[in-house]
């Protein structure tokens, strides 16, 4: 039964917090230019890449489990070694960039319900946030504590190319 997958944590996280179903949605409701156009940007980039490290997350897991499988049928373990640590740091990615997440969609929200001039449709983000939150069992998404920042963890960071 293969179908559809499921949402992402970003996509889940943009639906709870600001009542749209996909992070896509808000790129039209403002003027690129414009600070909201910016900032919506901004969400619908995080969004993507909380989404790709979810599924990065998912597959690694999987494909452990598939040789955990295969060791429990006595075959030896080819990259059962560093697949913890690569679990934990891509996890450890995916929940920061969703703080991140998080906190941008709620300087979004907030924004929206301070400023006068924005048309009452977008206001209507609020309303529709606020009404999916209450639908849902558990806690909103903003009465969960703040993840710390990660340090010391290593990075793939490029280095910058000398001009020539």
Request: with cysteine; aromatic share 2%.
């Amino acid at each position: 039964m293969h179908g559809t997958p499921p949402p992402g944590l970003g996509t889940r996280l943009v639906r709870e917090s600001l009542g749209v179903d996909s992070a896509a949605d808000l790129l039209g409701r403002h003027p690129f230019l414009s600070p909201y156009g910016q900032l919506t940007a901004l969400i619908a980039d995080a969004t993507f890449k909380v989404d790709d490290l979810d599924q990065k997350v998912h597959e690694r897991t999987a494909c452990i489990a598939r040789e955990l499988d295969s060791v429990r049928g006595g075959q030896s373990a080819a990259v059962l070694g560093t697949a913890s640590t690569e679990i934990a740091l891509l996890s450890a990615r995916r929940d920061q960039s969703a703080e991140h997440l998080r906190t941008m969609a709620g300087a979004y929200k907030r924004s929206l319900a301070n400023d006068t001039a924005v048309p009452a449709s977008v206001h209507g983000l609020a309303s529709r946030a606020e009404a999916a939150v209450s639908r849902t069992p558990g806690s909103p998404v903003s009465a969960v504590a703040p993840v710390p920042p990660i340090t010391g963890l290593p990075t793939t960071a490029v280095p910058a190319r000398r001009p020539r």
